[in-house]
C-alpha cells in the first residue's frame, strides 16, 4: 500500500522539559488540527498511511514520545505518565492545536486521556485505540504495597541498563522480528515498521530506536483510581476503539466505558491490538465518519 501525501510531511522538534522531541507535520496548517499518538515501542511512522490520508482535509501532527523514534532518550528513566502529559502540554501550546481532535494507541492513547481529563477544554473529540488500564492491573496498581513496587522497578532498572538492545544482523533480519511480533501485518507494514522503527550501529548491525529503560514500570505512576477520576472529568466525545484477537478485553463489559461522559465502544473482528494496521479500511472508515460528525 502506497504512502501519498508522504512528500508533504516535515520533520521538526520542540523542546520539553530539556528534551528534544521530534514530530512530523504534515502542513495544511488552516485546517482542523488532528494529534495522533503511537503506543509504547512504536514511533510516529506508525500512522504514515493513516496520516497521508487525514492530511487532505485536518492539520494532521504525529509525533515521537519521548524515549522513542527520532526524539530523544530521557536521562534517568523520566518515563512516568506525568512526563508524557507534560509533553503532550507542551506539543499542543507551542503549535497552537487546541480544541485538538486525538487519535492514540495503547500508551498513547492512556496519555491522551490523562491529558484530556486534566484539560477537557483543550480537547475536541478522541478516539483511544485500547489505551485504558486493564482491570485487573488497576486492581493491582490500587493494592500494590509500596516496598514491592519500588524493589521491582529498582531490580528491573540494574536490569535493563546492564542488557542493551538486541542486535539484528541485518535490516531483513529486524524486520521478521516485527512480523513476528504481529503476526496480523503484512509484509509491507512490517518492513515499513521496522525501517523506520530502527537504527544502524557503528558494526553494521541494526537496533530498535526506543530506550531499552522504556521496559521498567515506574513505581509511583498514577494508579488505577487516578485514571477512573481523569476519565471522568472528560467532556468530549470518546470512542473506545478494541480488536477482539487483542489480549484486551470489552471496555462496553468490564465497564470502564461507564466512566466517561461520551462513551461508544467499537469491536473490531479479525484485529489485534494494532487494529488501525490490521484492520485499515474500516478503522479509517470509523474514524473518518466520527471526525466529520463533530
Not at 232 to 246: A, F, H, K, W, Y
Request: charge should be negative; hydrophobic fraction near 40%; include cysteine.
Amino acid at each position: 500500500m502506497s504512502i501519498d501525501n508522504a512528500a508533504r510531511a516535515a520533520s521538526k522538534f520542540i523542546e520539553s522539559t530539556r528534551l528534544r522531541l521530534h514530530y512530523r507535520d504534515w502542513g495544511n496548517i488552516e485546517a482542523p488540527p488532528l494529534l495522533l499518538v503511537h503506543g509504547g515501542f512504536d514511533h510516529c511512522r506508525s500512522w504514515d498511511w493513516a496520516a497521508s490520508q487525514l492530511c487532505n482535509d485536518y492539520r494532521v501532527i504525529t509525533p515521537d514520545l519521548r524515549g522513542h523514534g527520532d526524539s530523544e532518550w530521557s536521562g534517568g528513566n523520566a518515563y512516568s505518565m506525568a512526563d508524557y502529559v507534560c509533553d503532550m502540554a507542551e506539543l499542543i501550546d507551542q503549535l497552537a492545536l487546541s480544541p485538538v481532535s486525538i487519535i492514540g494507541h495503547s500508551l498513547g492513547g492512556a496519555i491522551t486521556l490523562k491529558y484530556a481529563g486534566a484539560f477537557p477544554e483543550k480537547v475536541k473529540q478522541l478516539v483511544i485505540i485500547e489505551g485504558l488500564v486493564p482491570p485487573q492491573k488497576m486492581q493491582e496498581e490500587n493494592e500494590a504495597p509500596p516496598a514491592q513496587k519500588l524493589a521491582r522497578w529498582v531490580k528491573q532498572m540494574q536490569r535493563f541498563v546492564k542488557r542493551p538492545h538486541r542486535r539484528y544482523a541485518s535490516q531483513e533480519e529486524a524486520i521478521k522480528r516485527m512480523h513476528e511480533a504481529n503476526s496480523h501485518l503484512t509484509e509491507t507494514y512490517a518492513r515499513h515498521l521496522a525501517i523506520h522503527g530502527s537504527r544502524q550501529n557503528e558494526d553494521g548491525s541494526y537496533s530498535w530506536k526506543f530506550d531499552p529503560l522504556l521496559r521498567a514500570h515506574q513505581p509511583f505512576d498514577m494508579n488505577g483510581r487516578d485514571s477512573q477520576q481523569l476519565w471522568q472529568n472528560i467532556d468530549c466525545p470518546v470512542l473506545l476503539m478494541r480488536g477482539e484477537d487483542s489480549w484486551a478485553s470489552d471496555p462496553a463489559k468490564d465497564g470502564r466505558a461507564a466512566y466517561f461522559q461520551q462513551a461508544e465502544v467499537m469491536n473490531f473482528a479479525d484485529a489485534g491490538h494494532w487494529l488501525h494496521h490490521d484492520q485499515f479500511d474500516l478503522f479509517m472508515a470509523a474514524v473518518t465518519g466520527v471526525l466529520k460528525t463533530q
